[in-house]
């Protein structure tokens, strides 16, 4: 059972990125599923979020209006869409799943996390 992000890469200022999470080893259409992102030197940091029951998504302050988080419950895979992306954003994106169907923005309660994915934006 594991998550594997991809999609992390180099990109300037203002463009935009897709970071996929795709699941293995059970299906994870029941779960809630995260996305957390950790610069060098800082904590890590909550993104967004998506709930199983509805879809319903839930966001960082500041990653409103920018970020995008779906699922395709199919491909047992969460994207996280990234637009308008600035220095900032520059870290280590991190998918996790929360054995429950309740949205959280709390590292804490996610069980299980994927290994990755870099995002550099340059100014």
């Known amino acids: 059972v594991q998550l594997q992000a991809s999609g992390g890469g180099l990109v300037q200022a203002g463009g935009s990125l897709r970071l996929s999470c795709a699941a293995s080893g059970r299906t994870f259409r029941d779960y809630s599923m995260g996305w957390f992102r950790q610069a060098p030197g800082k904590y890590r940091e909550f993104v967004a979020a998506?709930?199983?029951?509805?879809?319903?998504?839930y966001y960082a302050d500041s990653m409103k209006g920018r970020f995008t988080i779906s699922r395709d419950k199919d491909k047992n895979t969460v994207y996280l869409q990234m637009s308008s992306l600035k220095p900032e954003d520059t870290a280590v994106y991190f998918c996790?799943?929360?054995?429950?169907?309740?949205?959280?923005?709390?590292?804490?309660?996610?069980?299980?996390w994927g290994q990755g994915t870099l995002v550099t934006v340059s100014s």
């Open positions: 998506i709930s199983s029951s509805d879809d319903s998504t």
């Open positions: 996790a799943v929360d054995f429950s169907e309740v949205i959280t923005a709390i590292a804490a309660d996610y069980e299980l």
